[in-house]
């Protein structure tokens, strides 16, 4: 025993934490200042990384720089990099200082914040940040908030929720088989999972109009159908910036329908909800505050290491209904003066994700996060401009947000023919690994997102990307002829 214990137990000498973890965060601060350097898009193929690892484990420890060597050599090849300022794919989650150092120090703690006793600071701290965001995107002051650690589990709760109220509605003439539940077909994916996971059976998608946004009164006929069918219309879920568009659902409308036939109303912001800080841009969430529940991801587009979900709800108590189970273990003389935070949840244990949160918000503040939206939002307006003025190309979708959908354009070619092009300029694109995109398809049409939205992205990272796409373009279109 005695030649492996420390002053520190078992555990790493102190003396020997403090020499590589000082190392690892200058590695941190040199990658962060050089990741421009690194292809954007790892080009590891399938399997690569695998078979450089050993497939079992040491048997004796291994010094510590053996494992960092290896980080560099096997792990970094496989790394996409998120953090890349040309990383311009889907929406581009990026960490940043105040929120890695919160991270890091959210480990050390590594305290559960099951209930208030096992942490009161994870717990209080929780509740504080959550309600600075509310007010930074001026939310009601009856949106009572929890961390969860991503939109899709904070959807999963928000329809728990709604089945529950539900469930108390219609008493015994409640079955789970007569439940309907609404959304537009440019919903995300996590909310038709979130239902069929909760075992409701008539999920009816909602049309879109020609600028992919839910038609409200298309939405009045389904539920009023519903209704007529004797069934149970119970929950509608709007989304404020659509993943595949960014396309903002007209959320007063609807929540006028929802609210005349006391329907459950969950808004999914995951994306869009922080560009309301933006005080010009606040108009996004109008209407929002008639919804029963919301989410918001601070990992999207408030430079948060993933994960953390920010979930509103009107009432708490319908999701302590129909999460709470306390053991004897668990009880404490302080349950009543206390929120504990399990109760509100599927899950038992919980990190301390406020804490990075917290570190965010003090650093930036409430008006320079503000200031780094706004500067995206103008970046990609201003590729939307180059686009719409380029004969080549032409703009897919109206956008609202940092989001541009294009393509390039060819007259007199068929869809398929001009799919196939925009297909092989995107690969094009990303396989050189100087900047990444993605697509989607709408209405059939094959089509590229540029999204801006990650803290180190500038205008010119934009714009080399706007030449890098210019460029490729009339490479595809040389070797074709
Ligand atoms: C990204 C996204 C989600 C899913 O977010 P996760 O946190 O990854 O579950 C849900 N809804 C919208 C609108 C999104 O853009």
Known sequence: MKDFITTNGYDMPPSEFR?????????????????????VLSMAEPGEIKTKLPPSPPEKGEPFNNIFEDVEKII???????????????????SS???????????????????????????????????????????????????????????????????????DKYKENFEVSKLCVYFSEHAHS???????????????????????????????????????????????IATVGTTSTTSIDPVEEISTICNSKNIWLHVDAAYGGTAAIVPEMRYILNGCENAGSFVVNP?????????????????????KKTFSLVH?????????????????????????????????????????????????????????ELIEAHPGFEKMAPNPFALVCFRAKMPDKTQQEINK???????????????FLSHTKLNGDYVLRLSVNGIHTQERHMLETWELIKHTLETILKEQI
């Open 190 to 236: 996590s909310v038709e999972k979130a239902a069929r996971f909760l075992g409701v059976k008539n999920i009816r998608k909602i049309p879109v109009d020609e600028d992919f946004r839910m038609i409200p009164d298309k939405l009045e006929e389904a539920v009023n159908n519903d209704f007529g069918k004797k069934l149970i219309p119970f929950c509608v």
């Open 97 to 167: 200082g105040p929120g890695i150092l919160g991270e890091l120090l959210s480990a050390a703690f590594n305290v559960n914040g099951m209930i208030w006793q096992t942490s009161p600071a994870a717990t209080e701290l929780e509740h504080v940040v959550l309600d600075w965001l509310r007010q930074m995107l001026n939310l009601p002051e009856d949106f009572w908030g929890i961390i969860y650690d991503t939109a899709s589990i904070s959807t999963l709760h928000a329809i728990a929720a709604a089945k529950t109220e539900a469930e």
């Open 421 to 435: 092009l925009n297909e092989t300029l995107l690969h094009a694109i990303n396989a050189t690994g100087k900047s």
């Open 299 to 319: 990992h999207k587009w408030l430079f948060t290491p993933i994960d953390l979900s920010a979930f509103y709800i009107k009432k708490p108590d319908l999701l």
């Open 328 to 384: 004897e273990y668990l009880k404490t003389e302080k349950d009543n003066a206390v929120v504990n935070y399990m109760d509100y949840g599927i899950q038992l244990g919980r990190r301390f994700r406020a804490l990075k949160l917290w570190f965010i918000i003090r650093y930036f503040g409430k008006e320079g996060l503000a200031n780094i939206i706004r500067e995206h939002i103008r970046i990609s307006n201003k590729f939307a």
């Open 76 to 94: 970094l090849p496989g790394i996409t990099h998120w953090n890349h300022p040309k990383f311009m794919a889907y929406f581009n989650s990026t």
């Open 19 to 39: 020499k590589f973890g000082h190392q690892l965060i200058d590695w941190i601060a040199d990658y962060m200042e050089n990741i421009e350097k690194y292809p």
